[in-house]
């Protein structure tokens, strides 16, 4: 027997979800604020900076709570490249979610913007002023986007497999609705 939790906390499960909307907003803001130059693009960049810095914080008190609470296991019936394949994926969205928000906010200080968020919020500048450093973090804030953005679809993939292919109580263990999957002994 072993004690780990059958489903993630109730909180786990609130910030994941809460987090899911945040970065798909963040994936389409950014995706609208590289293609624009209309007087939109201002306000977009001042939500885009704002939420990056809220997601941040969110990661780091969701990587906190992980370590609280812990995670479910996966079904004993998954093959060892899922769960290999879970594993690695979600270590890389953690990375990400930490990575890209320190990304944007260095490309910004090394461009010599004031990273000023909703409310006047003033983070000050870690980094001097660089144009060579700008476009270095700015080529991988924009490339690792896409990374992320592709990460997130797969993501949702595997997600929506184990929901309505496998039905192995994976989705129910991160879901707010209560579970009917059948549960799969777990190792």
């Not at 993630?8 to 979800?17: E, K, N, Y």
């Not at 968020?117 to 991988?140: C, E, F, K, M, R």
């Not at 929506?160 to 263990?173: K, N, Q, S």
Request: net charge positive; charged share 10%; glycine share 8%.
């Amino acid at each position: 027997m072993t004690d780990a939790p059958r489903r993630f906390a109730l909180i786990q499960r609130l910030v994941h979800w809460f987090m899911a909307a945040c970065i798909f907003a963040m994936l389409f803001i950014g995706a609208g604020m590289v293609s624009t130059v209309a007087p939109k693009y201002l306000p977009l960049v001042l939500i885009h900076k704002t939420l990056g810095v809220a997601l941040l914080a969110l990661v780091l008190i969701r990587l906190a709570l992980r370590l609280y609470y812990g995670a479910p296991p996966l079904p004993a019936d998954l093959p060892w490249s899922m769960k290999l394949g879970a594993r690695l994926s979600h270590q890389l969205l953690y990375g990400l979610m930490i990575v890209m928000p320190l990304l944007g906010l260095g490309m910004l200080w090394a461009a010599a913007y004031p990273v000023v968020l909703y409310g006047g919020i003033q983070i000050p500048a870690l980094l001097s002023q660089s144009d060579g450093v700008h476009t270095l973090l700015w080529n991988a804030h924009f490339y690792l986007g896409f990374t992320f953005f592709a990460l997130v679809l797969l993501h949702l993939a595997a997600a929506l497999f184990h929901a309505l292919i496998r039905r192995d109580g994976v989705f129910g263990t991160i879901s707010l609705l209560p579970s009917r999957d059948r549960m799969t002994p777990v190792e």
